[in-house]
């Protein structure tokens, strides 16, 4: 196996507990961390270079997302508040006060509705065109929230400590069905083309359809995981968990293709870049590392001797 050398982003103090990747824009692309430490970054998506941090949060951050085009951050805290952030200068723009704290944050599809789940077991959905109007609210969940993701404008799927993924529609504010997992899920993901959500639940990695919601494969890891990323290709994923290792996996028939250990904790969550060359993980260590999907080629400040 080729010698993975990942590039490491110092700054955090903290666990890194989530991170998310913009789209691709016409000045490349983004990504933005969340930490215990309560200083959300961002950084350039292909190097991981630090370019500045929200400043404002009196608590732990959980949750974190860029809008597609990287012009606007939202994070979520332990103050019991969301807050939205213009990308470019750093300036609060917005800040949603919770009953209680706040984890998951998303953008719509459209950036024009953010979506928020809290320890008090509530969704909410803020119009950010009329910050002052109270969200629309979605109840059911019997336990805090753990995640939640748009999968297009009006439908959304959220979890909680529990063992099922709730598909939810905004036009209605009800739920349309819940897909039963056999363990609490950690993480969710929307593939790039919207087709897949990836499902991270124990040992279990679960390829879930947002058409039919239908689970399409189910794949047993190593040892539990907390994160899994599906390659814009869907070629392959990688997956992160307990032994602070990352593990990237055949998305035809889950065999493991490489694995590498760089973090002294575990891994609390996995990205790839939009463009599929990277990887970014983040660890209960406090740092942040950008792996190579494909090990020895020239791409940003990897250097291929070869190619000289």
Aim: with cysteine.
């Amino acid at each position: 196996m080729a010698r993975q050398s990942p590039l490491s982003c110092p700054g955090h103090t903290r666990p890194v507990v989530h991170l998310h990747y913009s789209g691709i824009t016409d000045n490349g692309f983004y990504f933005i961390t969340a930490s215990k430490d309560g200083k959300p970054m961002l950084r350039q998506g292909d190097t991981g270079d630090w370019i500045g941090t929200f400043e404002g949060h009196k608590g732990a951050v959980w949750g974190a997302c860029l809008n597609s085009g990287a012009s606007r951050a939202a994070t979520g805290a332990a103050d019991f508040t969301a807050k939205v952030w213009d990308a470019l200068s750093g300036q609060e723009i917005h800040s949603f006060t919770h009953k209680h704290i706040v984890k998951p944050v998303d953008f719509s599809p459209s950036n024009q509705l953010l979506l928020t789940g809290c320890n008090d077991k509530l969704l909410r959905v803020f119009d950010l065109s009329k910050p002052d109007v109270e969200p629309q609210m979605l109840e059911g969940h019997n336990s805090s929230l753990r995640c939640a993701v748009w999968i297009s404008d009006t439908i959304v799927a959220s979890c909680a400590e529990d063992c099922e993924v709730r598909i939810w529609d905004m036009r209605t504010s009800k739920m349309v069905t819940a897909v039963p997992t056999d363990n609490p899920v950690m993480s969710i993901e929307m593939s790039r083309d919207g087709e897949l959500l990836t499902v991270v639940h124990g040992k279990l990695v679960t390829f879930m359809r947002t058409s039919s919601y239908e689970k399409t494969k189910t794949f047993t890891m190593p040892m539990s995981m907390y994160s899994a990323s599906l390659h814009p290709s869907k070629s392959c994923f990688v997956a992160g968990g307990e032994d602070c290792k990352l593990y990237k996996f055949d998305f035809d028939d889950g065999k493991e293709l490489e694995s590498y250990k760089g973090h002294f904790g575990p891994v609390h969550c996995v990205r790839y870049s939009p463009d599929g060359e990277v990887y970014c993980s983040g660890s209960e260590d406090g740092t942040v590392r950008l792996w190579l999907n494909i090990v020895g080629k020239t791409y940003g400040l990897w250097r291929n001797p070869g190619d000289s």
